[in-house]
């Protein structure tokens, strides 16, 4: 069966970076789109990135210019670097597959068909 398992997350300074991964099993990575997504306390999941399956990106306007999603297919692993972290960047990260995002990818939470169980990210001093 399709599984994603996120990690990477933890406790980061303002200012800070982490390497979030989603790897992904049970599929053939190549042929999908992958999303990342995060929720915030009290808040609803919201899409913060995505990669489609021939390499185009897209990217909420909140992490433009600080957030790179990147994908291995050969590893099957989705990455999301993210850079100069505030403390609006705090939540559970999610990725997910969306197995109609050749040329193009969204950022909507109902592309996606299947879910990773999310990784902490904390932005604090």
């Known amino acids: 069966q399709v599984q994603l398992v996120e990690s990477g997350g933890g406790l980061v300074q303002p200012g800070g970076s982490l390497r979030l991964s989603c790897a992904v099993s049970?599929?053939?990575?190549?042929?999908?789109?992958i999303g990342w997504f995060r929720q915030a306390p009290g808040q609803e999941r919201e899409g913060i990135s995505c990669?489609?399956?021939?390499?185009?990106?897209d990217y909420a306007d909140s992490v433009k210019g600080r957030f790179t999603i990147s994908r291995d297919n050969a590893n099957s692993t989705v990455y999301l670097q993210m850079n100069s972290l505030k403390s609006d960047d705090t939540g559970v990260y999610y990725c997910?597959?969306?197995?109609?995002?050749?040329?193009?990818?969204?950022?909507?939470?109902?592309?996606?068909?299947?879910w990773g169980q999310g990784t902490q990210a904390t932005v604090s001093s």
């Open positions: 997910a597959t969306d197995p109609y995002g050749f040329g193009f990818c969204e950022l909507t939470l109902t592309a996606y068909d299947h």
């Open positions: 049970g599929v053939i990575l190549e042929y999908y789109a």
């Open positions: 990669i489609a399956a021939n390499g185009g990106t």
